[in-house]
C-alpha cells in the first residue's frame, strides 16, 4: 500500500497551459505539503494544508493554487505554466500532534517539463 | 545568514570510514529537527528524528545542540549504499510548524 501518492509521474506540457497535479495519503495524517526542487535541487515548500487550511504560502505565484477536497488529498493546481515552472514537485504529509509529529512521508515526485 | 545551512560536500570516503555532518539553524524558536536521505531521482526519506537527548539508529547517531544552533549526524562503518544526498531539515515555530530544509550535503562512498 502507497502511503503518499502522487499522480502524474511525469507531465511534458507547453508553455501558457493549465495543468493539475494530484496528491493523495493514506496514513490518517492532518498536513499535507507541495515542494518544488529545482534543477539545483533545492527543496523549497511552497503550501502546506492542515486540516483543509492553508497555513503556510510560501510566495509563490499565484498561478499555482492548492487545492484540499479532504484532509486525504491536496491536488496542484497551475495556470499559465511558464518555462521556469519545469522541476520536480513533491508532495509530502505529517501529524501535527503526537508520536512522531512533524516527520514528513513524501510521495515519488512529479517531474514537470515546461517547453 | 540562510535558515538552514549545509555543507554540500561532496564527501568522498572509502567504505569503512566515519563522517559526519553539520547543518547550522538561525530560529532559535525552531521546534524539530530531522536528518533525510535522498538518493538520485526519488522522494526524500526519513532517517532519524533528532531529540534534545540526541538519537541513535544503528550505524547513525544524531545530535543536537541548542546552545550553537546545530544539528550533527555521525555515519559509522560507512557502506556503499550510503551514497545518497543528507537533507538537514528544521521545524521552524511560528504559531505553526514550518518545515525548512537544507541544501543536502552529499555523500559518495566509494570502495
Known amino acids: 500500500d502507497t502511503a503518499v501518492s502522487q499522480t502524474p509521474k511525469y507531465l511534458v506540457t507547453q508553455m501558457g497551459n493549465d495543468k493539475s497535479i494530484k496528491c493523495e495519503q493514506n496514513?490518517?495524517?492532518?498536513?499535507m505539503y507541495w515542494y518544488k526542487q529545482d534543477s539545483k535541487k533545492f527543496l523549497k515548500i511552497m503550501f502546506s494544508?492542515?486540516?483543509?487550511?492553508?497555513?503556510i504560502n510560501e510566495t509563490v505565484p499565484n498561478r499555482f493554487s492548492p487545492k484540499s477536497p479532504d484532509k486525504a488529498h491536496l491536488n496542484l493546481h497551475i495556470n499559465s505554466l511558464e518555462l521556469g515552472d519545469s522541476a520536480v514537485y513533491f508532495c509530502?504529509?505529517?501529524?501535527?500532534?503526537?508520536?512522531?509529529?512533524?516527520?514528513?512521508?513524501f510521495g515519488p515526485g512529479t517531474r514537470l517539463t515546461v517547453l | 545568514r540562510k535558515e538552514v545551512e549545509q555543507d554540500p560536500g561532496p564527501f568522498n570516503v572509502p567504505e569503512g570510514a566515519t563522517v559526519a555532518f553539520n547543518c547550522t539553524y538561525s530560529?532559535?524558536?525552531?521546534?524539530?529537527f530531522f536528518w533525510y536521505r535522498q538518493d538520485c531521482r526519488k522522494e526524500p526519506k526519513l532517517l532519524m528524528s533528532?531529540?534534545?537527548s540526541g538519537n541513535e539508529d544503528g550505524r547513525f547517531t544524531a545530535q543536537l545542540n541548542r546552545a550553537s544552533q546545530y544539528i550533527s549526524l555521525l555515519i559509522r562503518d560507512s557502506k556503499l549504499s550510503d551514497s545518497a544526498t543528507y537533507l538537514c531539515?528544521?521545524?521552524?515555530?511560528?504559531?505553526?510548524?514550518?518545515?525548512?530544509f537544507g541544501r543536502g550535503t552529499s555523500l559518495i562512498v566509494h570502495p
Open positions: 530560529n532559535s524558536a525552531s521546534q524539530s
Open positions: 494544508y492542515n486540516n483543509k487550511e492553508l497555513i
Open positions: 496514513l490518517g495524517h492532518d498536513t
Open positions: 509530502a504529509s505529517s501529524r501535527t500532534k503526537g508520536l512522531n509529529y512533524n516527520e514528513q512521508f
Open positions: 531539515v528544521v521545524n521552524v515555530g511560528r504559531g505553526s510548524y514550518i518545515p525548512t
Open positions: 533528532v531529540y534534545s
